[in-house]
């Protein structure tokens, strides 16, 4: 799983990019900052149509939780990403 992203013009690394969540259409991918405020989230498949670049955040530690949904899998994948500024 990526853990840091460094939004910027030059499109290296823009976006989080967690290519293998395209797979399960029925996912919920949701990130927090540090003190536990929701500042992503995403229903029924990651990059379906949004691809996360953290626009309008701070650079810092921020973390996910993705469910995926998909009867197999029940415990939720969870860690740290860094966006880079």
């Not at 536990?36 to 498949?45: A, I, K, L, P, Y």
């Not at 810092?60 to 939720?76: A, L």
């Amino acid at each position: 799983m990526p853990n840091a992203l460094t939004p910027s013009e030059a499109g290296e690394n823009a976006y989080w990019d967690i290519t293998k969540m395209k797979l399960i259409n029925q996912s919920t991918v949701k990130v927090f900052n540090r003190y536990g405020v929701e500042v992503f989230s995403q229903n029924g498949g990651y990059f379906n149509t949004t691809k996360w670049d953290g626009s309008g955040l701070p650079a810092g530690t921020y973390y996910y939780v993705i469910d995926r949904n998909d009867g197999i899998n029940k415990k939720p994948l969870m860690g740290d990403l860094t966006i880079i500024r």
